[in-house]
C-alpha cells in the first residue's frame, strides 16, 4: 500500500523558516518524481517545488523562487526548506508522488 507521509508544519512568524518532510512508502520503485503542493482557504490546489524527472531536475512557482528549496533526502524521502515566509505560504501543504497524496501538513504564518 502506498503512503505518503508528511511532518514539520506548524505556526510561524513572518520572515520564519520551515522544513517540511515526506516520506513515502510501499511503491515498487524508486519515487524519483516527487513534489509539494500547497492550497489555501478558498483557492484551488497549487504546486509549489517538485522533482520533475529522475535527473533531479526541480521546478518552482514564481512565488518561492528564492525562498523554498526542495531536497532529496533518501531514496524515498523529499524535504521542503522554506525561508523568508509570508503571510500568504499560509495553507496545507501536500506530497504527491505519482498521483499518490498524503493527507497534508498546516502552515500558518501569522504574526
Known amino acids: 500500500q502506498v503512503r505518503l507521509v508528511e511532518s514539520g508544519g506548524g505556526l510561524v512568524e513572518p520572515g520564519g523558516s520551515l522544513r517540511l518532510s515526506c516520506e513515502a512508502s510501499?511503491?515498487?520503485?524508486?519515487?524519483?518524481?516527487m513534489s509539494w503542493y500547497r492550497q489555501a482557504p478558498g483557492k484551488e490546489r497549487e504546486l509549489v517545488a517538485g522533482f520533475v524527472s529522475a535527473g533531479g531536475s526541480r521546478r518552482y512557482a514564481d512565488s518561492v523562487k528564492g525562498r523554498f528549496v526542495i531536497s532529496k533526502d533518501s531514496m524515498n524521502s523529499v524535504s521542503l526548506q522554506m525561508n523568508n515566509l509570508k503571510s500568504e505560504d499560509t495553507g496545507m501543504y501536500y506530497c504527491h508522488a505519482y498521483g499518490w497524496w498524503g493527507q497534508g501538513t498546516q502552515v500558518t504564518v501569522s504574526a
Open positions: 510501499g511503491f515498487e520503485y524508486i519515487p524519483h518524481v
